[in-house]
């Protein structure tokens, strides 16, 4: 992930190398900037990802720069001043600003407002990409459907082999017809079993 990009609009340069400083202990790229009249075009060629803006500054005052940037852009803006009324700060808000830090700037306040207004952003940032991303999947959702280019299956000639046995399956086999018997038959039947009753008790009759 690379650094994050800060820029410093500041006309003292001492002031502006000691947070340059501040801000690459902390792992920021930094640039900087000490004319009003050239930070708008600055901005717009090397968009930061937060801006440290003082007041004071030759050329166009911070004021006027606040409220030129948030014409096209919502980068977060840090005002710094050695002004410390209230009117200034609301001024201040009024014209796009996010945060205030008052001269001399604590370096730890600094870091920790720094790192505040960037997660903020980047809270946002989400934000506005899941916002986007359920708006084209409702569009999606409820869009046509879009027919199918597919060519409709066709009937499938079966197997030979296969049609035989099928053909097999249908055909009704007669059932078979039940044995019979003739009156003759029958009659013989009847002796039969006669004759050999008789010759079964004469067998089993003391002689």
Do not use: W
Not at 74 to 83: D, E, K, R
Not at 121 to 144: D, I
Not at 179 to 185: F, G
């Amino acid at each position: 992930m690379s650094a994050k990009h800060i820029l410093v609009v500041e006309d003292e340069e001492k002031i502006t190398r000691l947070l340059c400083d501040y801000l690459k202990q902390a792992g920021f790229r930094t640039a900087s900037q000490d004319n009003g009249d050239r930070v708008i075009a600055q901005v717009k060629k090397e968009p930061p990802d937060l801006i440290l803006l003082d007041i004071m500054l030759p050329g166009k005052d911070g004021m006027a720069l606040c409220r030129e940037i948030r014409q096209f852009s919502n980068v977060p803006i840090i005002m710094i001043t050695a002004l410390d009324g209230t009117e200034d700060k609301v001024c201040g808000l009024e014209c796009g600003a996010d945060e205030f830090l008052s001269k001399p700037v604590n370096s730890a306040e600094l870091l920790a407002r720094v790192k505040s207004m960037l997660r903020l952003k980047q809270y946002q940032e989400q934000l506005q990409v899941r916002t986007r991303s359920q708006k084209t999947f409702s569009e999606n959702a409820g869009a046509a459907p879009v027919a199918s280019t597919r060519s409709p299956v066709r009937n499938r000639k079966k197997p030979a082999s296969r049609r035989r046995c099928e053909e097999r399956s249908k055909v009704s086999i007669p059932p078979m017809p039940e044995p019979m018997i003739t009156p003759a038959l029958n009659g013989s039947a009847t002796c039969l079993m006669s004759a050999c009753s008789i010759a079964c008790t004469a067998a089993a009759m003391p002689s």
